[in-house]
């Protein structure tokens, strides 16, 4: 034997193999749980797990391909080791962000492509699980209340990736042609909220129409568009001969969980389509990557309540559900799985209201014949991506799957109690200010304030008179310090890991407001984990001197 071909068969020993063999997949499974049973001595109280830790990145810049082979034993030990410091975002203790944690069959939706790799390029290259992405376009769409049989969909690479396909498809339509010739002349634009995603600048700018052309509407104290705006500044950019690419309605703010009022912007471009006899008319996206879930209470009777929810959260989802009902009077949306829909990252897709759509972006088919001579579902021959993982439409096939519109009722109600019954809390504290009251989510933003301060007056007067700029600053900077503190006890495993957001909105002159924020995902959470984020403020305040 030569030296190479010792090496190989070690190598093959490192594969799954390609025909059965059992007691060789019974070693495959033991190097998973050997890798879980490492990550669970990383676990205790805190939301974390392992220590947390300073990242050096300088010493990562020596990392350098090894000369010769390892194990699977110890590369699994390793990349369990770079699991250290994460926050668990299951833990109710971890009240971070809008990251959900994913269920199992989630993750066996991640797992299995990873042992077959399909690619969803082609329908000859992933065979069934092309009709995963079609059976969960299909579900996804009939519960948002797009028609099916006429809307289209496809997996992408985010949130973002629904944005870009959103305004490319929306420059298509101001611009026949564009995908051929390019735009030539004055860049259309996109029009959102003051509080859409960063994701629409992203877009815009790497679709060559620049941040510039991104024209942002001023959002109303519940961080909805003011459409009496939208509308006045479209039939201006209209009168101008400006050709609009795309008009984005959030349904779901990042940061607020902020809904735009889709129904009434739908009116308003349709009114100016007439008004203006324009040869096209202009895209309308809901970038419901976030709001998107809420759509199974579409059909929930509220009146009988028959999952007995309390009374605060069943007001909040109708609130909720006022506005996401309407999903269906947009062009095209934006969904992330892997925000509310408990799949991990990344798992989003792209759905337009009539498939036909999705043909404008198609490439010509001489370019890519090598791929596309079999199968009736090609994909891609439109998708951006050529190669496109098959995790994302089976992860969000095994989490819709499991819960069901019951499990996801549950689950959106849960959170939505657990951050209801945060809010009222918080309300109580004469210290403590919330900044959205009236919020339908699973986020809640507060402001805390030093000893003395009218914390009823004081957010009024710092969001609209110049002459409180001193102590706007000063108590944004106040916020900061209580979070810094509330921060490190969480990571004792103490108090619960909040966020901070440096600028949740901006005062009306301009400046940005500094909030602390608690964004309830996990379904682990409970009552008394937002007692202590309660508890857990009043401390720092304690600790922070003024
Ligand atoms: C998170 C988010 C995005 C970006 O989505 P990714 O999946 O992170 O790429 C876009 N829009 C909104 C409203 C978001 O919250």
């Known amino acids: 034997m030569t030296r190479y071909r010792d090496n190989l068969d070690v190598l093959r020993r490192a594969f799954p193999q390609p025909v059965s063999d059992q007691e060789h997949d019974a070693w495959f499974v033991f190097s998973v749980l050997r890798a879980l049973d490492r990550v669970d001595s990383m676990k205790s109280q805190r939301p974390v797990l392992g220590e947390p830790q300073v990242i050096d990145f300088s010493k990562a810049m020596n990392s350098r391909v090894p000369e010769g082979m390892s194990t699977v034993e110890l590369v699994s030990r390793d990349l369990v080791d770079h699991l250290a410091g994460m926050f668990i975002w299951g833990h109710p203790r971890a009240q971070v962000n809008v990251i959900n944690p994913p269920c199992i069959p989630g993750i066996l939706g991640t797992l299995l492509p990873a042992i077959y790799n399909p690619n969803l390029c082609s329908e000859e290259a992933s065979r069934g699980v092309a009709l995963a992405e079609a059976e969960v376009v299909s579900m996804t769409a009939e519960l948002m209340g797009y028609d099916p049989q006429r809307s289209g969909g496809v ?16 420059i298509e339509k101001a611009i026949p042609g564009a995908m051929q010739n390019g735009i030539s002349g004055e860049q259309p634009v996109v029009v959102c909220s003051d509080q859409a995603h960063y994701a629409n600048k992203t877009a815009a700018s790497w679709l060559g129409l620049g941040h510039r052309h991104v024209v942002t509407i001023p959002t ?165 991506e050529t190669s496109r993982s098959g995790c994302g439409p089976m992860s969000a096939m095994g989490a819709l799957e499991l819960l069901g519109k019951t499990g996801l009722r549950t689950l959106l109600g849960h959170l939505v109690t657990m951050a209801e019954t945060l809010r009222n809390r918080l309300t109580a504290q004469p210290a403590i200010s919330v900044m959205n009251p009236e919020n339908f989510g699973p986020v809640t933003l507060f402001r805390v304030y030093p000893d003395g301060v009218d914390t009823f007056e004081m957010p009024k007067l710092e969001q ?50 500094v909030a602390l924020k608690s964004y309830i995902m996990s379904p682990f959470s409970d009552q008394q984990y937002v007692q202590a984020v309660v508890d857990s403020v009043e401390r720092a305040r304690r600790q922070v001197a003024e």
């Open 155 to 170: 997996f992408t690479f985010g949130g973002t990736g629904t944005l870009l396909y959103a305004i490319r498809i929306g």
């Open 220 to 384: 109303a104290p519940n961080n909805e568009i003011r459409t009496c705006l939208l509308e006045s500044e479209l039939r201006r950019l209209l009168k101008e001969g400006r050709r609009i690419a795309c008009i984005v309605a959030t349904m779901g703010t990042t940061d607020a969980f902020g809904l735009d009022h889709l129904e009434k912007i739908r009116e308003i471009r349709d009114d100016l389509v007439r008004e203006f006899s324009l040869d096209y008319v202009p895209h309308l996206h809901a970038d419901a990557v976030i709001g998107w879930a809420w759509s199974v209470f579409r059909d929930y009777d509220f009146a009988k309540n028959e999952l007995e929810f309390p009374d605060r959260t069943l007001r909040a989802l109708a609130g909720a559900n006022r506005r996401i009902r309407h999903l269906n009077l947009a062009d095209s949306i934006g969904v992330d799985y892997h925000k509310t829909g408990f799949a991990p990252y990344v798992s989003s897709a792209f759905f337009v209201k009539e498939g036909k759509d999705l043909g404008m972006l198609a490439r010509d088919q001489s370019t890519t014949p090598y791929l596309f001579q079999s199968g009736d579902y090609n994909p891609g021959r439109y998708t951006l």
């Open 464 to 513: 609209t008179n110049a002459a409180y700029l001193e102590q706007l600053h000063r108590f944004n900077d106040y916020n900061r310090r209580v979070f810094q503190a509330m921060h490190s006890e969480a990571l004792k495993g103490e108090g619960v890991v909040i966020s901070m957001t440096d600028r949740f909105r901006e005062t009306d002159y301009g400046q940005p407001v």
